[in-house]
């Protein structure tokens, strides 16, 4: 229930700050930016229990680290069109293909249920602390 509730608050943020056609392409250009890292955390974790929770868990902001670099390498190099800027995830993503080597070193903590509950709920104040000020983000004031 409060994953569900979490995703609600979120959704209902991002249409409050963005009419829902672009709040559609912000997300889809976040989602693009994080495969790098949920890919990064996937071939770490390998085969253990829990592992696709870990990756969605750390995988996306590692992700958007690791693209918003390549982003910046790129910009500092002078590209500036937006589709060379939107594939900086994919060297991003062949940077961390030979992750798997390091995964044998590697365990993660089993999560519990009681412990998605905590998580959810952290993830829930995060659109409750910044929803209403980014709301009002680009209106025009007199």
């Known amino acids: 229930m409060v994953p ?3 995703l609600l608050a979120v ?3 991002l249409f409050a700050i963005l009419p829902s056609l ?3 392409l912000l997300i889809a250009v976040l989602v693009w930016f994080a495969v790098p890292g949920v890919t990064l955390a996937r071939r770490l974790y390998g085969s253990q229990p829990g592992a696709w929770a870990a990756a969605l868990l750390a995988g996306p902001p590692w992700g ?3 693209s918003s670099v390549v982003l910046l390498a790129l910009w500092a190099v002078g590209v500036r069109r937006f589709v060379w800027l939107m594939a900086a995830p994919i060297p991003a993503m062949l940077a961390v293909w ?3 080597a390091l995964a044998r070193d590697l365990s993660i ?3 519990a249920k009681r412990e998605i509950a905590a998580i959810s709920l952290v993830l829930l104040s995060v659109p409750v602390v910044v929803g209403l000020p980014y709301a009002h983000v680009g209106a025009n004031l007199p």
């Open 4 to 6: 569900f509730a979490t």
């Open 11 to 13: 959704l209902a943020c």
């Open 22 to 24: 672009h709040a559609l």
């Open 64 to 66: 958007y680290i690791l």
């Open 98 to 100: 030979p992750a798997r």
């Open 109 to 111: 903590p089993a999560i």
